[in-house]
């Protein structure tokens, strides 16, 4: 009689190991899938190294490397290595404002020369002011003619040239990707939270998410960072940048607040791993959520993420494209810099997303994406989404 009372017992647990071997037969799968096509990339294209990580459902699935951390040390790559990830940075530095914005501290239609504390003025249109919002959406008018590495490039008072940084179009009319735009905005953090750029967002944002990352080389474990390789075509081989991560520690130690702020490279200077990075976008394709509360609002979220024209496809240092992956829209950011390439895309309704980090490629192009990155995004997709 005991016996035949635990048969259901009995029957619903084979049922669910059943279950469970075939979940695990079915990711098994996926990730050999995936790594016979990361092979076959790296067969094809000149490649040192990928990190990435797949989402599903809005959680981690996947997280796996491949190459070489280090070519001359002979280090292969881990999921442990950190990455400075280029311009996917400006997203946590307009995060940074909407934080601010919030807290109404700020409004993005300020008129940012009241923001930055000189004029940021188009000569050739100077009754229409420059918003924060025109900033962070690439639609300022503003150009990297004279560099942006320094304020001064665009400060009248310090450089005679400044009338170079603006394009001939009227501000708010025209879209030219522009890095001054950001490490202007990290100054404006500075300015109205008193507290120095790199803090500011490891306070506010890395900490709260639990993410092992910052704009500080000093701050970071240093045998932790992927060296970066930009491949030299004359001499068809890898050339290391060991100037990515310069940690300007002089600099840093005289930082003026809202000033030198560059030195912490607003607009590209993030350096973090694969799998951190998945996280900090799970926030963003859960509208500003996470597991402990919220990072900003679903107000905030959506209008980083919401396009203002169809010429550019660019929201507030988020961008949506349909050339990614056939056949999905996705949003988010890529980034180059020091011969690293890096995409992070993800879709909000079907609560997936893709971080692919590469630490040196070749730097042919399709459909406005790195092709090696597209190849890399749509391996993952292919293997663990579609």
Known sequence: MKLFKLIPFLFLLCFCNLITIAQTTSDLFQ????????EKIMQEEKVVGFSVAVVKNNKIV???????????KNIPLTDNAIFRIASISKSFTATSIMQLVEAGKISLDDDFSKLVGFQVRNPKFPSTAITLRMVLSHTSSINDSEGYFTLDAINPAKNPN??????NYEPGKGYVYCNLNFNMTGAVIERVSGERFDLYVKHHILDPLGLYAGYCVDSLDKTRFAT???YDKDAAKFVAQPTAYNPRSEEIKNHILGETTPVFSPTGGMKISAKDLAKYMIMHARNGKFK????IS???SMEMQTKLSNEENYGLALETTSKLIPGETMCGHTGSAYGLYSAMFFNVKK???IVVICNGCGSTYDSGF???IKKAVNNLYDSFIK
């Not at 996947?62 to 001359?72: A, K, L, N, P, V």
């Not at 400044?162 to 394009?167: E, G, L, P, R």
């Open 292 to 295: 402990g509360g919220r990072i």
């Open 228 to 230: 970066l390789y930009e």
């Open 298 to 300: 679903k107000k905030s």
């Open 370 to 372: 790195n092709t090696v």
């Open 351 to 353: 609560k997936f997303g």
């Open 62 to 72: 996947y997280t796996h490397s491949f190459g070489m951390q280090d070519i001359e």
């Open 162 to 167: 400044y009338a170079k940084c603006y394009n």
């Open 31 to 38: 990730a050999t899938k995936a790594e016979i096509g990361f």
